[in-house]
């Protein structure tokens, strides 16, 4: 072996054995660097988690002022619905006392049904199960959502992940994460919608006006609906062969094409009087909002 290769043998041994005394020498120092360095790396994420928190706050307030602004119906909410969604708030209330982090998963929950439920009675479900919430708000925008509500949601769900799957977080960022959650789900109660109530789940149509002729593969869904301001309240009938509706249940309003019927005629259930029912209709498939 000649000296360079002899050379470069005892260098490739002794490089590991210097790097090693280095790592020795110097471990305070290392040590302590690395220390800063994740410091560091902790108090970016808690800057930035509390700048998200700050601007949901901002965004939170604003959409429940505008939500406030808007215009009043001319009836108060039901004591139904009064209590629905005093019962919501007050769930998540009761878990944040436990386990602030699991009542924000449960406010999520309910952020996301409410979502589901004004699609439903906005007639924009179609049918789905879920929808993504970005696709969601942007199907809503047509509908003309309160001006900070759209952005208020997206900050929320980047505020709820971060503390979800973040490491840094206290119980005191969860629950300013809760508190303006609350005031979004408010603000999305506050929308108005059309509302669709089951007044009866079915009374026999018939296919003539002396009612003879009962039409056998359908039935007559009364639904009581009430308009987004509160001020019309009335009574309309559509043909279904669905047999699970529950009378007093609020329902989506969806239909299907696969069913048409014509003319028909039914009794009223409550007076006995003949009624006109409709005039060709397609078939009514809205599901109950609390089975969505």
Known sequence: MDVPDLLRAIASLLWPLLALTGLLMFRPQLRDLLARLRRGKVLGQEIELAESLDRLDRSASAAASEAAQLPPSAEPPTREQERREA???????????QSPSAALLALGAEIEREVRELLASLGLLLGRT?????QALAELSTYGLPKHLPGSLELFWDVRNKLVHGRTSSPDDVLRAIDSGVAILKALYAIPRETNIVYHPGVTVYADEKCMKPISDAKGLILETQSPSGVSVHRRIYPTTKTDYEKGKRVAWEWSDRHRFGEAWYKDPDTGETKYAWTSSMEFVGRHLDQL
């Open 87 to 97: 019962s919501a708030v007050d769930r998540v209330i009761e878990i944040a006392a």
């Open 130 to 134: 879920s929808v993504p919430l970005q």
